[in-house]
């Protein structure tokens, strides 16, 4: 039968009846035939089936030998046994390699035939040996397929205990062996198929047999992170990462990181490939572990394995968006990838001349899945953009494409990039943290205490978040000049965006310490702010001088213009671009009213003031207080106060009498308190004043009942202090006034009057004063409300007839009349009128101590910009109010009209911050108001208020309308400075992670958050009280002199 099979298939007949005569000799099989001649018909279908020249020779091959087989089961068993199947593993069959799948697809199907005999368990016996050798010779991905087939459906031969796992290691060393070349999509697809068999093959094993898990990864990380040039894996080792358990995460990380045996030229190899696996078509989870490992590393603070893989294949995983089967697992890399790489722009700007293209390529697809990644991609982009938004050049294309999609809030961009740093994730593999590891969850940072200096860093913080004047600073080009707004610059830009939880402010700290404070000493902040901007103020002048020479077109952004010097006699005023940047932010005018109480001649004088000092109400002893009256007018209207217009002044002359009262129907009501509540109100000598009161007049403004103030001392306000500031003074005994018309010194009241308001306005309390008696300084630990909205009374003068002009400061004369009327101008006669300028409260500089010798500062801050009040703050509806912000005048001389917001106001959450010299951390404006009610040596010291007005704005302007974040782009030196800086300050986290982990057998102390050792011992604060000296245009009002 074998003879006329082997005849009819080698003939010419027609196929049709070749296949008929096939049929008949298929059906023949089940009739009894001898041991020979099935060994012969066996023999015939074999070599059909691997040797035949047709596709209609292997199929007759098969049937035929599956139709002896079944009938002649015992005969097939003996030819197809264990030394036939090793020869053809050995040796293959004639001109048929032993390496051709044919052998294995025979071998399969031979054991298909033979699974109900008992001599196939001899053939499993030897098949496990046989297959770890095939594996072992790294046979070809189609060979090795068909091997996982085999073994898919006889899992019998698969190796067993040891064998089993060095099967599993040898199995994926050969998939890093395959490789295909082809572009062919038939090809291609073939090839894939052929490792997710293999593949599958290894998730089956693990299964079954988890203890060859563990060693199969650890080859793959052996495999990926050789450093032999001569060989690539393939990428197919991508195959199986979505069949390890995404619950070993965990462990595998944490064993890869701290294995002190993996150097960092390995590490950074496996990363980098592990990233090529971006590439495998449906790999699944590849993104996760790339990322997993991507913040082990960072961890450990490996930072220079992450800068060189990010810079190394940032522009590959780029590309890799352009493909749809693979852009998921890609965007999630690559932002990731961007969004830790936040020391510098570098990583960021190698993809930015690719995202162009790569959105109008998304934006003209119509299928949902280019839209939704287009809104994750887009929102990656506005991060970038506002991480390194100094580069409207590069930026500018991108904000036009993807101008109609939708951007994320700057809340939301924060936040991502506060979660993604290298130096926010939380360190659980260590044991010892890093004093330093990071930026605190506000995205700000802290300065370093270099040594009694947290008077100047509480200072610098309050400063830096006066945003307006930080925006000013940071978009000034000062051509690398030295000077001590460079290095202001400089400070503000590191702040801004150094990766360092805490900044050290050094260079800045020798540049700006005035001269008499003594290094390392405790010193006053109000002092040294003042000096601080008197120095920048006259530094910007000498400049402006000196550029002024070679031209007169010199722009502000080189140092500003110089201009004239006012006339001392004629004061003109200076137009906004002649002033320097601290005018334009912190200057205001006062004018100061004196009139001679003997003749009623009159002086006006005007000076500029960059803060005012605020004294308490002051208090003499009680043999003095006996003799003293105070009296105050206030009206209240639901959560705004509006102070009486009008002061009340004790006549130096008059004891326990009547006050000087003004027309009933200009006043509110009267309330004259009594010496007895006077005296109520003085709790110790630590409320003097830093000048001694005296005995012979005492005058008490405040915006409330002083009765009230006695039985509740906590209702102090800045309202009340800004209100006793502004307030009539009496100038008698021997304080008083050198009159040039009366040639003598005369009695007289000196009035005060802001005419021009600041941008900010910084208000200093004067705490501290000096106790006659004891010799020391003391400070007063009142408490102060502190309204969040305050409205600043500045008069106005309106236009009017030449003839009426003001007069100089010396000639002014006055006919006029009594001095009832004198301290009551009918407001028609010089035409002028007070209006509240709104103000919102943007810092708080702290003072935590008993006296001024000792003590702590810190600060609380906001941002605050020059338009629009902050959330949630607005003005009640009140008509007096509205009809003084609309620009009505005010009857009478309504100096004193402050109107006080409630502090309680709901607010957003994390908008206030507490700096704290190296720790920043959120708080919110009910711990600022109560601070000092919670910590009584806590109290506020110096205040900043930013103006609000949408109709103006000072500071300078956005370059192209291309500042992202709403900051300015930072000059080139700058950036790189930072960039050079991060970088360093990555290398040395890395060096000290390396030396930990060395340490880590040894014992291992834990500090607490926050802890510095550059803290000074003991506590640090000013060693002067009362703002201590007079710097640029100080304006320091005690009410009474010495």
Known sequence: MDKILEGLVTSSHPLSLKKLIVKKVVESAENSVSEEQCRAMFALTTRLILLGEDAFQKQV???????????????????????????????????????????????????????????????????????????????????????????????????????????????????????????????????????????????????????????????????????????????????????????????????????????????????????????????????????????????????????????????????????????????????????????????????????????????SSELPANKVFLLQFTELIHCMMYQYSGFPDLYEPILEVIKDLPKPSEGRIKLILSQSAWTSHTNSLASCLSRLSGKSETGKTGLINLGNTCYMNSVIQALFMATDFRRSVLSLSLNGANSLMKKLQHLFAFLAHTQRAAYDPRNFFDASRPPWFTPRSQQDCSEYLRFLLDRLHEEEKTLNAISSKPSQNATAGKEMPNHEEPNAEKPREKGNEEKTLVEKMFGGKLQTHICCLNCKSTSLKEEPFTDLSLAFCPFSDSAAMQEDLCSSEAQADGSMLHLNSVPSVVDSKTKNSEMHKPPAEETGQESVISVETLQDLVSDSNACMATTVPDSQLMVHSTKSLASTAADKSTLSVTDLISYFLAPEVLDGDNKYYCEKCASLQNAEKTMQIIDEPEYLILTLLRFSYDPKSHVRRKILDNVSLPQVLQLPVKRTSSMDPSHNLPSLNDFTDNGENLAKKLKPSGVEEMQATQPVPYVLSSIVVHSGMSSESGHYYSYARNVTGSGLPPLLCYPADTQALSISQGQPISGDSVNLVLKQDSDSTEPSKEWFLFNDSRVTFTSFQSVQNITSRFPKDTAYVLLYRKQDSSHRLGANPVNGLWVNGEPPLQKELMDAITRDNKLYLQEQELNARTRALQAASACSFRPNGFDDNDPPGSCGPTGGGGGGGGFNTVSRTKLSL
Request: with cysteine; net charge neutral.
């Open 61 to 363: 091959g098969h049937q035929v030998l599956e139709a002896y087989a079944r009938y002649h089961r015992s005969d097939f068993e003996n030819f197809f046994n264990k030394n036939f199947v090793l020869d053809l593993l050995h040796q293959g069959y004639q001109s048929v390699d032993r390496k051709h799948v044919a052998i294995l697809d025979y071998i399969h199907n031979g054991l298909k035939l033979i699974m109900s005999c008992p001599s196939v368990l001899d053939l499993f016996s030897i098949l496990q040996v046989e297959v770890l050798r095939v594996v072992c010779e790294r046979p070809a991905a189609s060979l090795c397929a068909r091997l996982s087939e085999i073994l898919t459906d006889f899992v019998q031969c698969i190796p067993k205990g040891k064998s089993s796992i060095a099967f599993c290691q040898h199995l994926v060393r050969t998939i890093s062996h395959f490789h295909c070349s082809s572009t062919q999509e038939k090809v291609l697809r073939e090839y894939v198929s052929n490792v997710n068999k293999v593949s599958s093959l290894l998730q089956n094993i693990w299964k079954t047999e988890p203890s060859t898990l563990l060693p199969s990864l650890q080859e793959v990380f052996a495999i990926i992170s050789s450093t032999d040039p001569s060989f690539e894996p393939s990428v197919a080792l991508a195959s199986l990462v979505q069949h390890i358990p995404l619950e070993m995460i965990t462990v595998l990380i944490r064993s890869l990181i701290t294995d002190q045996n993996v150097k960092d030229a390995s590490m950074t190899r496996a990363l980098c490939r592990m990233i090529d696996w971006l590439s495998w078509p449906l790999a699944q989870h590849v993104d996760t572990w790339v990322i997993a490992l991507l913040k082990g590393l960072a961890v450990v603070q490996k930072f220079t394995i992450l800068i060189d893989v990010t810079l190394l294949k940032i522009e590959l995983v780029f590309n890799r968006l352009w493909f749809p089967l693979v852009r998921p697992g890609a965007l999630a890399v690559l932002s990731h990838m961007l969004l830790s790489f936040q020391h510098s722009p570098e990583a960021f700007h190698l993809v930015v001349p690719h995202i162009v293209s790569l959105v109008q390529s998304l934006k």
